[in-house]
């Protein structure tokens, strides 16, 4: 048994179960990634928390979801840890390789291996799960191995360079893992999958052919719709004979056929369990001071094989222990990952659930025949989604899909034909996804904690991974954390409270056009101010309306500032600022040439067209004011489509101006 403390002891020294219980912890059994989350979530909330925790493995914490890239070569050792992120003023007690084999629930105690006693104030079960081993005459024999710890993934690495053919027993994704990571020592392998396709459960029969082509490609036989009946051999496999009399020689076989809930501990300790430990939405036992959380949990009668609820249940049941009122209503099953090279991602139905006739189905595949995706919708809104090769929008779907979006016709027309929801930009660049899109699958940390990190100073990755724990887990979200970390806020445009203001007044001034009451004429011709000359007397309307002429003029300068070389004195940003402020003042010339009158017939539609070429310019103007205060996404698509409608009203403007004025002189 190892023991690591830094802070004050809370355990019993020596022989503990003799010695009196000098503080009741939080005790945490269970150091994988779940485990370790647990234990952070409480320190994070009561830096002072007392925890302590126990491993059953003689290893520091580590990252079981990259023991495929350990596997392979692409990590070593120190590139899984998982340590606990501690604050200096700790109270955590870590025990490593050390069993927990009892709880006593009455005098509230758990019992290790080694006779060891520790009194608890609350307990977390957090024991995972263990590879499931179907039963199969001759599987005891030496040579076959699981992939499910870092016991496993050693004894492999050893095996990998003087094995000549292994099989592998299951197509998910950790069978497949194992698979590439022994074919890259050029073993010949073999996949062995009892259902017709690979990934049965997150794929569906395009995407799994696609992932069957690539793994012939690089040398990995698979076999499909066909299990084993007998190991072959003596005291070591020599070869195996499967369901259709099919006999395969092999000198390795590696179990990767499913998991099967840690309960045990539990069952023993009289707690609730079915096919994981029982649990309600608090993440509570049947003993209501005894949690648990991960594979080794039941919630709702379903047990999640993946991290990524795990971590939200334990952030669940940490908040709950601290006093707290947190809810755990169930997570949708998402795959994104790399399997064997290949970005898969898979989420909600896929079809497995129900019939394909009660779901419309949107599909496209690449020209290049490696990439695919596909959207399962009800009543047009996102219920499932797969995806083989690439796809830049997965995190983006997968908000959608967690709230059930619609998705509009077009948008079903555009992802048919280009594979895009989103127009590329939309979905290219991380700093404008919702605030809710999820950027770390493993840890569930959304784009907008990310942004906030931010804000408050954690500018680089590592900074934003130790704040938030995103890219803590399988590290691929990296890229998306560096496009974030390296892109600074965006930046005040210069003389923004000019165009914010202008943009306000405006915007008030067409609103007062549209909807305030004609200002009416004077009374009585002994007024000191004849306010109604302005738009009565024919020398003043001209005065107005050619100053108005004039000013249209001169704000469709910037146009040429855009588009002609000779025309770019200045910075744009100067040309775009008085473009603005001119077109304030044109906005208070229209309501002294009108008085607030729209006119009818050919007057109304000019007043209608000009009053709404106003409204979005100045929409437009706000928008860039107080761009830097706003989400870049937000912002952009307000200038996209102000701008778009700008342009669209100023066409039929000179036309609608010139009868105007034709009809003035003429009558």
């Known amino acids: 048994m190892s023991a690591v403390a830094t802070g004050p002891a809370l355990e019993i020294d020596g022989d503990r179960s003799a010695s009196p219980v000098v503080a009741s912890p939080v005790v945490v059994i269970g150091t994988g990634p779940v485990g370790i989350r647990v234990v952070e979530e409480l320190l994070q909330r009561d830096p002072r928390t007392p925890v302590v925790i126990y491993g059953n493995e003689p290893w520091e914490p580590y990252n079981r979801v990259r023991l495929s890239s350990l596997l392979t070569g692409e990590l070593n050792l120190s590139g899984i840890q998982n340590p606990v992120r501690l604050p200096a003023t700790h109270r955590v007690v870590q025990h490593h390789d050390c069993e927990i084999v009892s709880i006593d629930r009455e005098r509230r105690i758990v019992t290790d291996r080694f006779g060891g006693c520790q009194r608890w104030s609350r307990l977390i079960l957090a024991t995972g799960s ?118 395969i020689a092999c000198d390795t076989l590696v179990i990767s056929a499913g998991i099967q809930p840690n309960i045990e501990l539990a069952r023993d300790a009289g707690l609730s369990v079915g096919t994981g430990i029982r649990v309600n939405d608090r993440m509570q036992t049947s003993d209501a001071d005894i949690y648990a959380v991960g594979e080794c949990a039941e919630h709702r009668n379903q047990v999640y094989g993946l991290v990524a609820p795990g971590l939200e249940q334990a952030g669940v049941a940490a908040h709950c222990i601290l006093g707290g009122d947190s809810r755990f209503a169930g997570a949708r099953s998402a795959t994104r990952l790399k399997v064997v090279g290949v970005p898969v991602f898979s989420m909600g139905r896929t079809g497995e659930q129900e019939p394909l006739s009660q779901l419309k189905t949107v599909s496209w595949r690449g020209c290049d025949n490696r990439s695919y995706r596909r959207l399962l919708l009800r009543r047009n809104r996102l219920v499932g989604a797969i995806g083989f090769g690439e796809w830049k929008e997965s995190s983006r779907v997968q908000e959608a899909l967690d709230r059930s979006r619609i998705i509009w016709p077009w948008q079903q027309r555009r992802f048919a034909k280009r594979g895009q929801l989103w127009p590329g ?59 974030l970390a390296g892109s600074a806020a965006t930046a005040a445009e210069a003389g923004h409270r000019t165009l914010l203001w202008s943009g306000i007044a405006g915007l008030l001034a067409v609103l007062a056009l549209l909807f305030l009451p004609p200002v009416p004429y004077a009374n009585s011709v002994q007024l000191p101010v004849r306010w109604d000359r302005l738009w009565s007397d024919s020398l003043f309307k001209q005065i107005s309306g050619f100053s108005l002429l004039g000013i249209g003029l001169l704000v469709s300068l910037i146009s040429l500032r855009k588009r002609v070389t000779r025309f770019a004195a200045g910075a744009f940003s100067s040309w775009r600022l008085w473009h603005v402020v001119f077109g304030t003042l044109a906005a208070a010339l229209l309501l002294a040439h009108t008085g607030l009158r729209l006119g009818s017939n050919l007057n109304l539609l000019l007043m209608l067209v000009f009053s709404a070429l106003l409204l979005v310019g100045s929409v437009a103007g706000a928008t860039i004011g107080v761009q830097h205060r706003l989400p870049r996404a937000t912002a952009r698509r307000t200038r996209e489509v102000a701008l778009w409608m700008h342009i669209l009203l100023i066409w039929p403007l000179p036309v609608l101006l010139g009868f105007h004025v034709l009809k003035t002189y003429w009558f």
Request: with cysteine; glycine share 10%; hydrophobic share 40%.
């Open 130 to 247: 263990s590879p499931r081993i179907p039963f199969i005459e001759g599987i005891d024999k030496q040579g076959i191995f699981t992939f499910r710890n870092l016991n496993d993934a050693q004894r492999l690495m050893a095996r990998r360079t003087r094995s000549r053919h292994a099989i592998v027993l299951g197509g998910g994704l950790l069978g497949l893992e194992a698979a590439w990571g022994l074919r890259k020592y050029h073993t010949q392998v073999t996949v062995l999958e009892h259902a017709t396709r690979l990934m049965a459960r997150q794929l569906d029969d395009d995407a799994a052919e696609l992932l069957r082509e690539h793994l012939l490609a690089q040398g990995i036989h698979i076999l499909l719709g066909n299990s084993i009946k007998t190991v072959l051999g003596d005291n070591s496999i020599s070869g195996v004979r499967l369901r259709s009399g099919r006999e």
């Open 425 to 483: 930009q939309d979905a290219a660049d991380v700093n404008d996804w919702p605030a809710a899109a999820v950027v770390c699958q493993c840890t569930g940390v959304t784009r907008g904690t990310l942004s906030r990190a931010l804000r408050a100073g954690h500018a680089s990755v590592e900074a934003l991974s130790e704040q938030t724990g995103a890219a803590s887990v399988c590290g691929g979200c990296k890229p998306l954390l560096a496009d």
